[in-house]
C-alpha cells in the first residue's frame, strides 16, 4: 500500500473513531508501522472513557481498513481511564 493511500486511511480511522457513536473519542492516536501483513499495522493509542468504547475501537478501526481494501493488522493500544471519586477511590468509566 503507498504512502499517501496509508496516510488516507488512517486520517479516516481517526474520523471514524471520533465521530461513530460506538467509539465517539476526540484525541486518539493512529499510527501505521511495519507489520506481517502488506500494509503492516494500524496502532490505535490514548485513552478511551469506558470498556465497552474500548472494544469499540478494533471494530470501527477494520471497517475502515476493510473500506479500503486494505490488508492491515489493526492494534488497539488504548486505555480505559480512570476517574477518581470525590471520597478519593477510583471507579473505571
Known amino acids: 500500500m503507498s504512502e499517501p493511500t496509508t496516510d488516507h486511511m488512517m486520517m479516516r480511522i481517526s474520523d471514524a473513531l471520533a465521530m461513530d457513536d460506538r467509539v465517539g473519542e476526540l484525541g486518539l492516536q493512529v ?37 479500503h481494501g486494505a490488508d492491515c493488522e489493526v492494534v488497539n493500544a488504548t486505555e480505559v481511564s480512570v476517574v477518581a471519586r470525590p471520597d478519593g477511590g477510583g471507579e473505571r468509566v
Open 31 to 67: 499510527h501505521a508501522e511495519p507489520g506481517p501483513t502488506a500494509c503492516g499495522r494500524i496502532i490505535v493509542t490514548g485513552h478511551v472513557s469506558t470498556p465497552a468504547r474500548y472494544d469499540a475501537v478494533t471494530a470501527v478501526a477494520e471497517e475502515v481498513v476493510r473500506e
